[in-house]
């Protein structure tokens, strides 16, 4: 757990402590997610949805897989960021997804974002992962710049998803399954 004293632009310190999150905590992450998914425009504000997915989260924390990090001030959550691990055969060895970096509203700019990052870099080096990485929405000029001040770079990659629901659609040459004999 850490515990750090963020000088910000208000007159008073932020004191933050950085530790793992509990099931207790999932009312709050789900609000720190919906203000999140409201910037982000690829997303839509789905309060149980979000629900379900830090629900699978935090239940593959005890893997060793993941983990979900929570800044803490006087007692209350204000921000979150999680990390799971993947394989990168680029790499040759695991690498972390960064997820849900977000701050309560009211307290971004003050240093808690920072926090939380040399939080989830600490927990990556000591589970030996090769590289963390992170998608950040393109119009959000503030993420981008705090990324950019922590040093992440911007990559050749673009992200393309699709949906796995519905029927599969039908298989042509050439894209796995093996032509009849």
């Not at 204000?78 to 970096?101: F, L």
């Not at 992170?134 to 050749?156: C, E, I, M, V």
Request: hydrophobic share 40%; aromatic share 4%.
């Amino acid at each position: 757990m850490l515990s750090h004293t963020q000088r910000s632009l208000a007159p008073e310190a932020v004191k933050v402590t950085v530790r793992p999150a509990r099931i207790t905590d999932l009312p709050t992450l789900v609000e720190l997610l919906c203000q999140l998914f409201s910037i982000e425009t690829d997303f839509e504000v789905r309060p149980t949805r979000h629900a379900r997915g830090l629900r699978l989260l935090l239940g593959a924390v005890h893997r060793g897989r993941v983990y979900v990090a929570v800044a803490e001030s006087r007692g209350e959550v204000v921000g979150m960021a999680t990390v799971q691990t993947v394989v990168s055969t680029a790499e040759g060895a695991r690498s972390g997804w960064i997820e849900d970096v977000v701050v309560r509203e009211d307290l971004r700019g003050t240093g808690i974002g920072t926090i939380l990052m040399a939080d989830v870099a600490h927990w990556a080096r000591a589970n030996n992962l090769a590289r963390l990485q992170l998608l950040a929405d393109r119009r959000n000029r503030p993420a981008l710049t705090f990324y950019d001040r922590l040093a992440f770079q911007t990559t050749n990659m673009i992200c393309l998803r699709a949906r796995c629901t519905g029927k599969a659609p039908p298989a042509t040459p050439g894209q796995g399954r093996r032509a009849p004999r």
